[in-house]
Each structure stands twice: as C-alpha cells, then as structure tokens.
C-alpha cells in the first residue's frame, strides 16, 4: 500500500548540512499519510525526529527543533528532511516511516508511536564528526 525508497545521507562534519530524501508512493496519500523520521542509535535505541501528515504540519523532537525541517512535496510525492548545524549526537541510521493515517491532528511527534508504522524506508546512515 505505501512504498519508501530513501536517498541522500552520508557523511559531514558538525556544523554542516545533509539532506534526506523518501519517495513515497501511495495511491492514498489524498487520503490521508502520517510519515516522518526515525532515527536508530547503537545502545541508544530508537528516537522519533519529525513528522508530519500529508495534510498537516510537521512536528519535531525538542533536540532538532530549529535545525531540522520535514516537508513533502506533494509534486514529486517525495518526503524530506534538511538537516542543518550538524552535530555529533546526530549520528545514526535514519529511517523513513509511513501509513495510512486519517487524522492529521493524531500525527504529531508526541502521539506517534514508531511500531505502528508498518511502512519502512531501506534505512539511510548519517555521520556527523566532531
């Protein structure tokens, strides 16, 4: 029902930027998709980044706020996330996640819970050196 291809990523120094990108391919999106960013840290598990729906807006987790931007072209059917002023605690493997999600006021970065989301991107690595 939803498929992710993630691109973009890679290596940078603190400080710097990157940007990730997610093809999402649903013929659902009219309806209603909750997508966004999860990050995976070893021996620190899984943190929630951003997310927005795709009639919504995007919220954040307090330690990108103002550094990160989710957006999605609804053109190129495309998930983003701009990263700027790197720092080394951003390091890790970055996932895109989606489903299908009516409620657009249910799709923020407080209410989400990662293992709802059945849809996953490949997984995408980010490196941030001191």
């Known amino acids: 029902q939803v498929q992710l291809v993630q691109s973009g990523g890679g290596s940078e120094q603190a400080g710097g930027s990157l940007r990730l990108a997610c093809a999402v391919s649903?013929?659902?999106?009219?309806?209603?998709?909750?997508m966004g960013w999860i990050r995976q840290v070893p021996e620190e598990g899984r943190e929630k980044v951003g997310f927005?729906?795709?009639?919504?807006?995007?919220t954040y987790t307090d330690s990108v706020k103002g550094r990160f931007t989710v957006s999605h072209d609804t053109a190129k059917n495309t998930l983003y996330l701009e990263m700027n002023s790197l720092r080394p605690e951003d390091t890790g493997m970055y996932y895109c996640?989606?489903?299908?999600?009516?409620?657009?006021?249910?799709?923020?970065?407080?209410?989400?819970?990662?293992?709802?989301?059945?849809?996953w991107g490949q997984g995408t690595q980010v490196t941030v050196s001191s």
């Open positions: 927005i729906h795709s009639r919504g807006t995007a």
């Open positions: 649903s013929e659902y999106i009219a309806s209603g998709v909750c």
């Open positions: 996640v989606a489903d299908l999600w009516r409620n657009p006021s249910l799709c923020t970065i407080s209410l989400v819970d990662p293992i709802k989301f059945r849809f």
